[in-house]
């Protein structure tokens, strides 16, 4: 069993939102640091954004400040990353992670769920 699960994707036009959830079963992940990574076709995995145990401290890579907002609701186990102002080099498959410390190093993460896909269309 999966014990990430993704869901939130779909096709939007470039300016629009979307909020991804990503689902943690079958394990507590509550004392874990939660990761999105993305990975755009033809090009390596990369760091989107990160949030401590608590929610209380995030990350952002660089390309999202401003446009990605990552939240987790203990309680429901899960973690969103709400997007807005979507462009279309944001394409890509976004997976969402587990990790004991808020790190941005994919190695880094024990758990990983098996993405879902967002296509911004220009």
């Known amino acids: 069993q999966v014990p990430l699960v993704e869901s939130g994707g779909g096709l939007v036009q470039a300016g629009g939102s979307l909020r991804l959830s990503c689902v943690a079963s079958g394990r507590p992940f509550s004392n874990y640091a939660m990761g999105w990574f993305r990975r755009a076709p033809g090009k390596e995995r990369e760091f989107v954004a990160a949030i401590t145990w608590n929610g209380l401290s995030t990350h952002y890579e660089d390309s999202v400040k401003g446009r990605f907002t990552l939240s987790r609701d203990v309680a429901k186990n899960t973690v969103y990353l709400q997007m807005t102002n979507l462009k279309p080099e944001d394409t890509a498959v976004y997976y969402c992670?587990?990790?004991?410390?808020?790190?941005?190093?994919?190695?880094?993460?024990?758990?990983w769920g098996r993405g879902t896909r967002v296509i911004v269309s220009s």
């Open positions: 992670a587990a990790a004991e410390l808020l790190v941005v190093l994919p190695d880094e993460y024990e758990w």
